[in-house]
């Protein structure tokens, strides 16, 4: 029980919310407005997450959509089921998502928040049926009411988010969030259709054993970037990775850990996106105590320049984080 933080265990997201609204009285509540809109929109999602699966086999149980239509892939669907519903809250005027080359304008020009978002990364792992996820941020627009402006109000820096989050959609349903001040998260029941607090205060712990990158890079990497990963094997790591971001992010957050996913040869910046993938996580494990760097500077200090810009990431345990940097500014040393 964190009777001491003012909220138990087994609260709901809605009740957690509104007590948190309560510690700031000046809130006008939209921000608020904004993640309950975000928490429904992961409902519809998680269920049609559940019955992707059977709609491959069409009519059998009666899972093709009414119109008949071609399934849609479930990261369009994701999409458009997160954005209509930023659409309709009213406090959204712009979205920048994976799926869309250019920035969404919902044309809510009283809307003081932008959203950047992954609707569903990793969704080639969906048809192996494998753990995939959500990621978000919230920006509190930077211009005057009115159509939103770029690049003032869609290319800011991650230090600049007023929220951030993300849905696991795992064994079980999670929302895990911060609004700055630590990270809280919340398991969904389905049959109630509601978010329970689950993991209150969620603190990544300051170090771990287990590293997670794609070692199939290994040829491609950097020679800091070998001997950090040698080191893990020297100092018997676990190695754990899902290829799901958000499913090895939070595992790591929950045991301790480090993520990598570095620049190489082939691809100097990566893979992640900075905008709607690298940023919330960076707000989520810093809130949590954690770190996240692109292996020189902290993430959230990138000042963006291009809506999909990727960015190599280094993420979680903080002693783990820093250890790396030490193994590639060495690298940097040597050469
Ligand atoms: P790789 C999934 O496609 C994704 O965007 C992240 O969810 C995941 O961590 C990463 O890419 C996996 O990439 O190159 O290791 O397959």
Redesign the pocket.
Known sequence: DNSALGYSVGTTLDRFIKMKQDDFPFASGELSQLLRDIALAAKIVNREINRAGLANIGGAFGQTNVQGEEQQKLDVIANIRFTRALTKGGEVCAVVSEEDDEVIDLQNNSGKYVVAIDPL??S?NIDVNISIGTIFSIYRRVTPLGSPIQPEDIMQPGNKQVAAGYVLYGSSTMLVYTTGHGVNGFTYEQSLGEYFLSHPDMKAPASGNIYSV?EGLYNQMSNGLQSYINHCKENNFSARYI???VA?FHRNLLKGGIYI?PGTTKTPNG??RLLYEANALAYIAEQAGGKATDGHERILDIMPTSLHQRTPLFIGSEKLVDEAKTFLSEEARVV
Do not use: R
């Open positions: 990364d990793g080639s794609n290829g799901s971001l090895d996913y893979k992640l």
